[in-house]
């Protein structure tokens, strides 16, 4: 059992440094971690990060290097989606422990290609654990939420409901994240933790996908500078998902990212047989109720729309001691991930839950593009 975690941050944008900031939370609790090497080709996004480290970590331009240190044990992978897979090829062939950010890739040939890496690498006996963050599950009143469905709180779940309305994507080195060509598109970058929670939710893997969107706002009047000329940003900026499931069950996204002014930008819908539960950040609210003890007879009026029964609470968990960018849920992962390490625990979310995810948001561009239901397996090969 491990009793030092050195970590080395590959990717030093925000999220890269979000991750210095959880570990350096997390040292106090568990004991031992430490970030002890970053890598970045950017310039100003190494020096950001060599500021955020309690001590000063041990510098970086190519991350091949620092894979090749000898100074981590885990390598946190937080660089450009489009670079996700050149990364993980090289950290796949060190023991080294992964915690890889979603979207895992932006292709399914490269996430396939992955997954069989990982699945020789685990043959040794000696290599790390993989593990894909997809930390919105993590989110207090989410992850009661999800507990709470899990234990038949609702019933049989029918359907879940995911609204997203926020503000448009934020700025990124380059911008490199107005274009599909390196996000995966809209629908797999931002979106993909909400198809992970979906699954997770329904505990099933999705059938069918059918998609309606566009970019109707953002980035219209941007132009890059490209090799053939100028270049246009061709995100999405609203959408809705439909994701069907093999038991019948359905799941919805509604996602606009020129709502900024939304109250609760986030919100779950879980209804079942016997009830409905709902998560709303950043209130951190979860209400829930059941339907009438009725029996078959349904009293008209008497409940709908009135809130009698609904308990609301608010939810959060005092393990946290980072709250972050994400409601303290990056610094329950982290927490989770340690503990994995330490304890030999298989990752909670392995390259497979990852992919999965990826698949639905790129069924769903895809829909979007041939304007027609996609099955899963036209997108996944065969087994999936």
């Excluded at 090497?37 to 331009?61: K, M, T």
């Excluded at 132009?223 to 359905?250: F, K, T």
Aim: hydrophobic residues 40%.
């Amino acid at each position: 059992m491990a009793t030092a975690i050195r970590y080395g941050i590959i990717g030093c944008g925000s999220m890269g440094r979000e991750h210095i900031e959880n570990i350096q939370a997390l040292n106090p609790v568990v004991g031992g971690t430490a970030v002890t090497a970053i890598a970045d080709p950017h310039g100003p996004s190494r020096d950001a990060a060599v500021a955020l480290c309690a001590r000063s970590p041990q510098v970086f331009e190519d991350y091949r290097e620092l894979l090749g240190s000898g100074l981590v044990d885990a390598a946190v992978i937080a660089t450009p989606n489009f670079t996700h897979v050149d990364v993980m090829r090289d950290a796949l062939a060190t023991p080294l422990h992964i915690l890889v950010e979603k979207p895992l890739v932006t292709r399914i040939a490269d996430g396939v290609e992955l997954v069989e890496r990982e699945r020789l690498r685990g043959h040794q006996g000696t290599a790390g654990i993989v593990w894909v963050a997809q930390e919105y599950r993590y989110m207090p009143p989410v992850a009661e939420l999800v507990r709470m469905a899990h234990d038949g709180a609702v019933g049989r779940v029918h359907q879940v409901a995911i609204r997203e309305h926020r503000e448009p994507f934020y700025p990124k080195i380059g911008d490199w994240n107005r274009f599909t060509a390196n996000t995966g598109g809209t629908l797999v970058e931002k979106c993909c933790h909400y198809f992970n929670l979906m699954d997770l939710i329904l505990k099933e893997r999705p059938l069918r996908v059918f998609a309606s969107g566009g970019q109707r706002v953002n980035h219209l009047d941007e132009r890059y500078d490209g090799p053939a000329g100028q270049r246009v940003p061709d995100i999405l900026d609203s959408a809705y998902v439909i994701v069907e499931y093999p038991s019948g069950a359905r799941a919805m996204l509604d996602l606009c990212m020129f709502a900024e002014n939304s109250i609760d930008n986030e919100h779950i819908v879980v209804v079942g047989d016997a009830g409905k539960l709902e998560s709303l950040l950043p209130s951190l609210t979860l209400r829930y109720g059941r339907r009438a003890d009725w029996g078959t007879r349904t009293v008209w009026g008497e409940t709908s729309g009135t809130g009698r029964g609904v308990s609301v609470r608010r939810v959060w968990d005092t393990n946290i001691k980072y709250a972050g960018q994400h409601f303290g849920a990056s610094y329950i992962e982290h927490l989770k991930f340690a503990q994995a390490i330490r304890e030999g625990h298989p990752a909670e979310i392995p390259l497979e839950e990852g992919l999965r995810a990826v698949a639905t948001g790129l069924a769903a561009h895809r829909s979007i593009d041939e304007g027609r239901v996609i099955a899963m397996n036209e997108v996944l090969p065969a087994g999936w």
